[in-house]
């Protein structure tokens, strides 16, 4: 691990989602717009962080921006059911007291990611689904959208694509996420996602499931994760990372990189972005790129897409 990612004080970290990612020319000449988006994410999150703000906040206001950006397949980015339609699902815990909101199957509120926060701080449940959490969503204020707000040409064509040649598209895992490190030491992560493009209407994968594919524990660390979802909700991804530090004394690189290992030894593609409770980071992917990047106290924003080392921005 370098030694960047690893100390004290506060820590983010983000991804906008993983899989096989081309260097073809149209990829290439995107790198920079996925790298500001990144860097808004982390700015939106340092800012918290930076003005003593809580992990919590933190995680929530960077995930908020990358639903905000077109590019990322959640909220606005959201991907397509193979009905044509869009169904989202979101996560946060929080870290201090492993309290945690969740959302599946819904379409309409602006931001998912604040709708499972709303489920966290002001429900007495964890998940709540479909037309019953849009239900919730809208008796506690949180902020809706037109349906056209989530239509992108970009993510149609997607569809379209899938519909006529089965089989054939690379997979590309869109969810996004963050972890957190506060100054008080409390940690917190957020996902959220549009899901993968012609999924079955009704799928819900690993970013809603506690321990598959979100999970913060003080005592350990704060876990997010992108890639085929199946696979991190059989092999309780997200919590065998902390069960790793916890039991196995594991450093936080050491556990993360076995846990994508095994993953990939039983067909799952994917990472994660982890933190754990003395601020250090892991980032590890077992597919050709991963959107990711990371920001700690007093210095520089890094991102990075592919197996290379972190530019600075």
């Known amino acids: 691990m370098p030694p960047s990612l ?13 899989g096989t990612i081309p260097r073809d020319e149209t990829s290439v000449s995107r790198t920079a717009s996925y790298r500001d988006g990144l860097r808004r994410a982390l700015t939106a999150g340092r800012d918290v962080l930076a003005a003593g703000g809580s992990a919590v906040d933190a995680v929530t206001a960077a995930v908020g921006a990358l639903e905000d950006d077109p590019l990322f397949n959640a909220g606005r980015g959201s991907v397509f059911t193979g009905a044509g339609t869009q169904e989202m699902d979101a996560c946060v815990m929080n870290g201090t007291d492993r309290r945690a909101g969740a959302v599946a199957g ?3 509120p602006r931001n998912p990611v604040q709708a499972a926060r709303a489920v966290m701080e002001r429900s007495r449940h964890v998940l709540l689904i479909g037309e019953g959490a849009l239900a919730f969503c809208r008796e506690k204020g949180v902020a809706f959208c037109e349906p056209g707000y989530f239509h992108t040409e970009a993510r149609w064509r997607e569809l379209q694509h899938a519909i006529e ?43 809603p499931i506690i321990g598959a594919g979100t999970y913060a524990d003080n005592a350990t660390c704060a876990v997010s994760a992108t890639g085929h979802g199946e696979f991190f909700i059989r092999h309780a991804a ?3 990372i902390a069960a790793r530090l916890r039991h196995a004394r594991q450093s936080l690189d050491q556990a993360a990189r076995a846990v994508i290992d095994e993953l990939a030894a039983a067909g799952g593609s994917g990472g994660v972005i982890a933190v754990d409770r003395d601020g250090a980071l892991a980032l590890p992917f077992n597919t050709a790129g ?24």
């Open 6 to 18: 690893t100390g004290s004080g506060f820590a983010l970290a983000v991804h906008g989602g993983a």
């Open 106 to 108: 819904i379409f309409g």
């Open 165 to 207: 040649h089965p089989g054939r598209a690379p997979p590309q895992y869109g969810t996004v996420g963050a972890v957190a490190r506060d100054r008080r030491g409390n940690l917190a992560a957020a996902t959220s996602t549009g899901g993968m493009t012609g999924k079955a209407p009704g799928r819900v994968g690993d970013t």
């Open 238 to 240: 997200a919590f065998a």
């Open 290 to 313: 991963m959107y990711r990047g990371y920001v700690r106290d007093g210095m520089a924003i890094h991102t990075a897409i592919y197996d290379e080392p972190y530019q600075s921005g």
